[in-house]
């Protein structure tokens, strides 16, 4: 019996030993496409920010660009508003190769038809004064989500403030 328990740990040691060597060799934590960019350049490519594929501005994930807020019932641009989008529209006309969908979004307040509209609202007048910046329309398409997605939770005014937004998303780079 002595021999078939040797032979069996001798050959669990070996397909162990087999099977380590058969991994990837590491590249640095980051692959290397076939330009020999690694993954990790292309997502800090942008003059080293933060722009991830799907990235968000509301996670800071979107480069430089910013979420913007509107006032209640409201899809008009605040000076402060229009402020935040000539930085992102300068950011856009910079990477002329990144595209972004713009999230339109609004508190718990209202209906849930009057408030997809309202976040259309909002979207659609930050795509029409990012395109009156010089962006191309075609790199920018606009969604509504109203008031199912909250960034904040509660029913206060702060909460229902942050909901009032417009964010972008990135979805080419």
Known sequence: MRPIKLTALILTLLMTFGLTSCGSQSKNNAEMNDSGVTTEDQDMGNNGMNLELNGDSDSGKAGTLSTVYFDFNSSSLSSSTRD???S???FLKENPSVEVQIEGHADER???QYNLALGERRAQAVKQYLVSMGVSSSRITTISFG????IAF????????QN???N???TAK
């Not at 008031?147 to 909250?150: I, V, Y």
């Open 164 to 166: 009032r937004r417009a």
């Open 88 to 90: 992102n529209a300068n």
């Open 147 to 150: 008031k199912e997605r909250p």
């Open 168 to 170: 972008f998303v990135i």
């Open 110 to 112: 209202g209906g849930v």
């Open 84 to 86: 935040a989008l000539e």
């Open 154 to 161: 509660g029913h206060t005014e702060s909460a229902w403030s």
